[in-house]
């Protein structure tokens, strides 16, 4: 086979809050193909950013609050078979994803929530774990588990090459 894998490099951040004595994590719903799913504020890496910077446009975009990476919570690999319309066979899509923690910031008023996303909620981790047929991804329970476990990366664990930054030619 000639085909060259090329997945899809997305960005998340896993934002925990204490209310009230309960941990809860900020998630986003959204209007998917496939009806409402929740998923950790998250996106695909845009050209010309490295994924600290995607994920801090991400957050912003979808819910609105500025966020500041500190410490990656995992890189995770995850597969599925979509029908696409045009297409006969099942388009076979691999995301690579980069999860965040860090410190959430300041919340912009007025600023409009990213195409498709209907709001942001605050949920437990067992309300999370009892929600999976609503995910958009199995990695948002991943990448919650790990975060709840304690599992932290040094941001310096990632190298971006500065040509990544320049203009298209």
Known sequence: MNTRWKPNVT????????????????????????GLKLNNPAGHLDPGEDPIHGCRRETLEETAFHFTPTALVGVYLSRFERLTPGHEAPQDITYLRFAFCG???EQVAG??????IVRTLWLSADEIR??????????????????????????????????????KP
Do not use: N, W
């Open 111 to 116: 600023q409009p929530l990213d195409h498709g």
């Open 11 to 34: 960005v998340a951040a896993v934002i925990a809050r204490d209310f009230d004595g309960v941990q809860k994590f900020l998630l986003v719903e959204e209007a998917t193909r496939d």
């Open 103 to 105: 410190e959430l910031g």
């Open 130 to 167: 009892a929600c999976t047929h609503m995910h958009r991804s199995p990695l948002l329970l991943s990448c919650m588990e790990d975060y709840l476990a304690g599992k932290r990366y040094p941001l310096e664990l990632l190298t971006t090459d500065p040509s990544v930054y320049l203009a």
